[in-house]
C-alpha cells in the first residue's frame, strides 16, 4: 500500500519543540518533493514548509521561518519537520504530501491545491499552557 505517515505530534507547552516526521510506505520518496501544511479548526489549510528531491532546496512562510526547518533522509525514507519556539496559534493537524517532479532542486507550491501525489492522514500538533 502505497502511503505517508506522519508521527510525532503531541502537546507542547509555548516555547517548546517537537519534531515531526513523515515516512513513506510502498514507495521510495528519492523521485518526491515534500511539503508540510497545517490545518487549525475553522481554518483553511496552509503550507508552513517544502523541501526538494535534493533537500538543497526548502522554502517556508513568514509565519515559522526562523522556527520550523525541514529535513530530509532519503536512506530511511523519511522528511522531518523540526518545529522550535512553538506558540499556540502553531495548534493544528499537520499533513505531509509528496510530489513527483523530475527536477532535484524545484520546490513543489506551498497551496494544497497544488497537485500533490500522495497525502499522510495528519498528527496533531497542540500548543498551550
Known amino acids: 500500500q502505497l502511503q505517508l505517515v506522519e508521527s510525532g505530534g503531541g502537546w507542547v507547552q509555548p516555547g517548546g519543540s517537537l519534531r515531526l516526521s513523515c515516512a513513506a510506505s510502498?514507495?521510495?520518496?528519492?523521485?518526491?518533493?515534500i511539503g508540510w501544511f497545517r490545518q487549525a479548526p475553522g481554518k483553511e489549510r496552509e503550507g508552513v514548509s517544502c523541501?526538494?528531491?535534493?533537500?538543497?532546496?526548502?522554502n517556508y512562510p513568514d509565519s515559522v521561518k526562523g522556527r520550523f526547518t525541514i529535513s530530509r533522509d532519503n536512506a530511511k525514507n523519511t522528511v522531518y519537520l523540526q518545529m522550535n519556539s512553538l506558540k499556540p496559534e502553531d495548534t493544528a493537524v499537520y499533513y505531509c504530501?509528496?510530489?513527483?517532479?523530475?527536477?532535484?532542486?524545484?520546490?513543489?507550491?506551498?497551496?494544497?491545491?497544488?497537485?500533490?501525489?500522495?497525502w499522510g492522514q495528519g498528527t496533531q500538533v497542540t500548543v498551550s499552557s
Open positions: 510502498g514507495f521510495t520518496l528519492d523521485y518526491y518533493a
Open positions: 504530501a509528496a510530489a513527483k517532479l523530475e527536477s532535484s532542486w524545484s520546490l513543489p507550491r506551498l497551496n494544497p491545491d497544488y497537485e500533490y501525489d500522495y
Open positions: 523541501i526538494s528531491r535534493s533537500g538543497r532546496s526548502r
